[in-house]
């Protein structure tokens, strides 16, 4: 197998428009700090791969110079040489999908335009709850649509039940899902196409939003 950094335009072409990309304005803000997104795809021994296979990497940036990107991976769903976090990693500006700018406090700012691109999509939820032993309790599936977005509280998920689930104001949690049928483990229900998943971790006893002490936190 060898990794290849996926030009973004080029994905999403080949994907029919599926994925988001941010506006030139936006990369164009790109700085120190930043984190940014790429899409990495392992291509076999003959050249193939599945597009809808690319992993996510995000890269904390160093420093932007001639269109290219210079910085360490932050969090990667890729176990390979140069994309485990940590890692040094340089790529041209072209092939970014995602960006996350940090504000004068340190914290990343939420990202409005990925966000409005969420706004009333079908999206598949995966839930792995744990105690405070960091033993596996319970782990759910559910899907909805995304009925409100708001900058502080978060994600609305509202269910085929009228019941409604809130997720924590990270935009970036939201991936792109891959066309098909899914059934989840608990009901046996099946899901169709959904727009987007959005698997997180819980820790149970916590309270509010936030990575740093609500429990909820990314499971790579």
């Excluded at 392992?42 to 809808?52: R, T």
């Excluded at 969420?118 to 960091?134: A, N, T």
């Excluded at 319970?138 to 019941?163: K, L, P, Y």
């Amino acid at each position: 197998m060898r990794t290849i950094v996926i030009n973004a335009r080029a994905l999403n072409d080949a994907l029919n428009g599926t994925l988001y990309l941010p506006s030139d304005e936006l990369l164009a803000s790109v700085r120190e700090g930043s984190v940014v997104k790429v899409r990495v795809l392992e291509v076999d021994e003959d050249g193939g791969a599945n597009p809808w296979s690319a992993k996510s990497v995000w890269i904390e940036v160093g420093e932007v110079h001639d269109g290219t990107v210079i910085g360490g991976v932050w969090n990667s769903s890729l176990d390979a040489a140069g994309f485990r976090q940590g890692d040094g990693i340089q790529v041209a500006v072209d092939k970014i999908f995602d960006v996350n700018i940090r504000g004068e406090n340190g914290r990343l700012l939420f990202n409005m335009e990925r966000a409005e691109r969420l706004q009333g999509k079908l999206v598949l939820v995966g839930l792995s709850i744990f105690d405070r032993d960091d033993e596996l309790v319970e782990q759910t599936q559910f899907a909805g649509r995304i009925q409100t977005i708001q900058v502080n509280a978060g994600f609305e998920i509202v269910r085929s039940d009228g019941s409604s689930y809130w997720l924590p104001p990270e935009p970036r949690s939201f991936e792109e899902a891959a066309p098909g049928e899914y059934r989840l483990r608990s009901t046996g229900e099946v899901i169709v196409n959904p727009d987007f998943v959005s698997t997180w971790c819980i820790t149970q006893g916590a309270h509010g939003f936030g990575p740093s002490h609500s429990g909820f936190h990314h499971p790579n």
